[in-house]
C-alpha cells in the first residue's frame, strides 16, 4: 500500500563543520602538546583580541567556567550582590550564588527578552558588586548605557556574551564594553569546538590575577615566561584551561565564521524576519535597535500565551519541524524558590518570554526552501488570528 511521504524531517540544531576541524585536530595531535595553552589556544586567543580589539582572552573549557573565573576574579564576600537577568542561561547567575553572593533578579523589557536596565538600576543597593548583561541571541542589550549605569555606581560589568559572537553595537563588537566579558563556543552556538568558551578582560588589571585562577590557582604561568624562579600556589583557583585539540577546533571554526558561518546564519534570519513579518505583527517578532548588528544566533517569535505556543509546537511536529522554547525565568526556579522561600515576586517580562517565546531552526545548512516550508507551516497555524491582537 502507498503512503504519503512524510515531509523532510527540520531538526531544531544540527552542528555545522568545515570539514577541515579533523586536520587541524591531526596537528595538535603531532605537536605533541594536548593540554592547555599551547600554540592552538595561543593562535586562538589572539585571533579574537585581533579581530575584536579584547585586551586579552583566555580559553576555557565552556562559557560557565569563564562565568566562574569572573566570579572569582570579583572576590566576593557573604552579602555582596550580583544583579543578573532573570531570562537568561543558569549558570549566567548560579557561578555566583556557588560564590556566595546573593543574585539579584532583573526584569526583561517589555518588548524583548534582553534585561530592562531601568529596572536594573533600581536594584542596586550599597551591597552590589557587579551587573551582568546578557546579549540574548547576540542582540545587544544597550551596554553603552550599561557602562554608564556600572560607572555611576562603581560596579564591575560582566557581559555574558555567550549568544553574541561577532555581532555589534554601534559599530563595535560586544563583548568589549564590560570590564570582563564571557563567550561559548559549546555546539549550540554559531562557533564551536564541542564544549568551550572564552574569557575577555578589557582591563589590563585584571590580567595577573586571571592567569593565576586559570592555571589552577598557581603562578605557573608567571613561571614558564620566565618571570618568577618557581611556581607556587596563590590563591583560590581551577583547572580552567581548554585542551589544544579542542583549541585546534575552534580555531578551525573560527577561520570559517566569515565565509560561511555568519552569512547564511545572516541570510536565514533575514528570511524569517521578512516572510513572518509579511503576516505577523512586528510586536511578535524580535525587536532589533538600530544601532545592534544581531548575529544570526537565534531567530524567535512570541505566541499569545504559553498555550498557543505549545499548540504551535505541536502543529510543527506533525509537520516534522522541530521547534523549542528555553529559559524558564530562575527567579521562579526551584533552586532560588526553596532557597529563598521568604522572596516571592514577579517579573512579568521575563515570565512573559518564559511562556511564549519559541524558537525556530537555525543553522548555516538550514536551506532557503526549509525556511520557507517552516514559515508556511506557522502562516497555517495562525491564520487570520492576528485580527485579535
Ligand atoms: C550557552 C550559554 C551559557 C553557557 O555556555 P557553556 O559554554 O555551555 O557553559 C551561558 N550563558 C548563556 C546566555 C548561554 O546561552
Redesign the pocket.
Known amino acids: 500500500m502507498m503512503t504519503p511521504e512524510a515531509p523532510e524531517y527540520i531538526p531544531f540544531k544540527k552542528v555545522w563543520l568545515s570539514g577541515q576541524e579533523g586536520a587541524f585536530m591531526q596537528e595538535a595531535l603531532a605537536n605533541g602538546h594536548l593540554a592547555g595553552d599551547g600554540p592552538f589556544s595561543r593562535r586562538a586567543a589572539n585571533w579574537l583580541k585581533a579581530q575584536y580589539q579584547f585586551a586579552d582572552v583566555l580559553l576555557?573549557?565552556?562559557?560557565?567556567?569563564?562565568?566562574e573565573m569572573a566570579a572569582l576574579l570579583l572576590n566576593l564576600q557573604p552579602g555582596d550582590e550580583v544583579i543578573v537577568p532573570s531570562y537568561?542561561?543558569?549558570?549566567?547567575a548560579s557561578v555566583f550564588a556557588s560564590r556566595g553572593a546573593r543574585v539579584v533578579f532583573a526584569d526583561s523589557q517589555s518588548g524583548h527578552p534582553n534585561m530592562d536596565l531601568h529596572h536594573a538600576e533600581q536594584l542596586i543597593t550599597p551591597r552590589t558588586k557587579a551587573l551582568v548583561l546578557?546579549?540574548?541571541g547576540g542582540m545587544a542589550c544597550n551596554p553603552t548605557q550599561a557602562q554608564a549605569l556600572a560607572r555611576k555606581h562603581g560596579l564591575v560589568l560582566i557581559e555574558?556574551?555567550?549568544?553574541a559572537i561577532d555581532a555589534r553595537w554601534e559599530g563595535k563588537p560586544l563583548g568589549s564594553f564590560g570590564d570582563l566579558a564571557?563567550?561559548?563556543?559549546?555546539e549550540?552556538?554559531n562557533v564551536i569546538c564541542g564544549?568551550?568558551?572564552a574569557l575577555v578582560l578589557n582591563k589590563t588589571e585584571w590580567q595577573e590575577r586571571a592567569y593565576i585562577l586559570w592555571e589552577k590557582g598557581t603562578n605557573r604561568r608567571a613561571f614558564q615566561q620566565g618571570d618568577v624562579a618557581k611556581y607556587e600556589w596563590i590563591e583560590p583557583g581551577s583547572s580552567f584551561l581548554l585542551a589544544e585539540p579542542l583549541a585546534a577546533f575552534l580555531l578551525c571554526q573560527l577561520g570559517y565564521m566569515a565565509t560561511h558561518i555568519q552569512p547564511a546564519r545572516l541570510q536565514r534570519w533575514q528570511q524569517y524576519y521578512q516572510r513572518l513579518s509579511g503576516f505577523m505583527p512586528a510586536e511578535q517578532l524580535p525587536e532589533i535597535h538600530p544601532e545592534a548588528q544581531q548575529n544570526g544566533s537565534v531567530f524567535y517569535l512570541l505566541c499569545q500565551q504559553e498555550q498557543e505556543r505549545n499548540q504551535l509546537i505541536s502543529q510543527l511536529k506533525k509537520q516534522n519541524i522541530e521547534a523549542a522554547f528555553h529559559y524558564l525565568p530562575l527567579h521562579q526556579s526551584p533552586y532560588i524558590r526553596k532557597s529563598r522561600p521568604e522572596d516571592i515576586f514577579s517579573l512579568p517580562h521575563a515570565e512573559r518570554f518564559g511562556r511564549c517565546l519559541l524558537r525556530l531552526p537555525l543553522y548555516p545548512d538550514l536551506t532557503e526552501q526549509q525556511t520557507d516550508r517552516i514559515c508556511q507551516a506557522i502562516e497555517l497555524f495562525f491564520g487570520g488570528n492576528w485580527q485579535k491582537v
Do not use: N, Q, R
Not at 88 to 92: A, D, M, N, R
Not at 160 to 163: F, I, T
Not at 182 to 186: A, T, Y
Open positions: 576555557t573549557p565552556s562559557c560557565t567556567d569563564a562565568l537568561t542561561f543558569v549558570t549566567t546578557v546579549h540574548y555574558d556574551a555567550a549568544h564571557v563567550f561559548s563556543f559549546h549550540t552556538k564544549e568551550g568558551g
